[in-house]
């Protein structure tokens, strides 16, 4: 082998271990809590989780309404992340106590601030389903977070489900990957300490659900929240996007379906969470 060609051999080999290392996903440092409560500017943030489709824009609607909380659409944080671009930064935030997890708190924490701060209020809410797929990580970057859980029939959630996207799945699709958030929500209630909500009980009777919330969370329930008018409705992807939620106003909710026409495979969540 040639010296021209030892060389690019040897550049080839050094640019492929940086292209592994700065285009693909690093391994998923271990999260860990703040070594001092100094390092959050957040203050007790509230996460709704929920599944899709169970009415987690109408309660963010309703407690944005609130003059202390600020309910914004979904914020999708847990997708932030922080990467190293060379080993040399890597060993220097080593030397310094952060892990990549650590810098992603960091990062997720300045961002949702920044976003209460600018709407001048007290309490920041985030509604983002797929952060039941992340409870263990929020409850580790936020030791004081609140938690609202928010169910609803599972066969509605299903239905729901499919409904809002018919060409883009079948029925039985739109079920399994529903059931998915479903556990997800299960796992998180029984690993945390939080406030369940039904979506049923919600729509049947507003009042007292949402003065159970402001109680849990230690403001004052303001009527406003019964009349939140039209939410600011962003496009599909972030939060729900149809005419109910649209209309403005606490819309009444399906009929549950007898049990033995719910699917098989939603029976058994059905049951854990006394829809039976």
Partial sequence: MSWQHKVNAALGKYAGVQFSRIGKPTPESPARPPADPADRLLSEPVFILSPVRSGSTLLRAMLDAHSLM????????????????????????????????????????RVLHRELVRSGKRIIVDKTPANAFAYQRIATCWPDARFVFLL?????IA?????????????????ADALRYMKAVQRARKALTGLTVRYEDLTADPERETRAICDFLGVPWEREMLTYGRPEVVR??????????????VQPGRELPPYEEVPETLRAMCRSWDYA
């Fill in 70 to 109: 600020h309910a914004p659409h979904e914020l999708h944080v847990r997708r932030l992340g922080v990467r190293f671009g060379t080993p040399l930064a890597e060993r220097a935030m080593d030397a310094l106590g952060h892990n990549q997890a650590d810098l992603e708190h960091l990062l997720w924490d």
């Fill in 236 to 249: 599909k992807g972030l939060g729900d996007w149809q005419d109910k939620i649209r209309s403005g106003s």
């Fill in 152 to 156: 609803r029939h599972p066969a509605s």
């Fill in 159 to 175: 239905s729901s489900w499919y409904e809002a996207s018919p060409d883009k799945r079948t029925r039985e699709e739109a079920a």
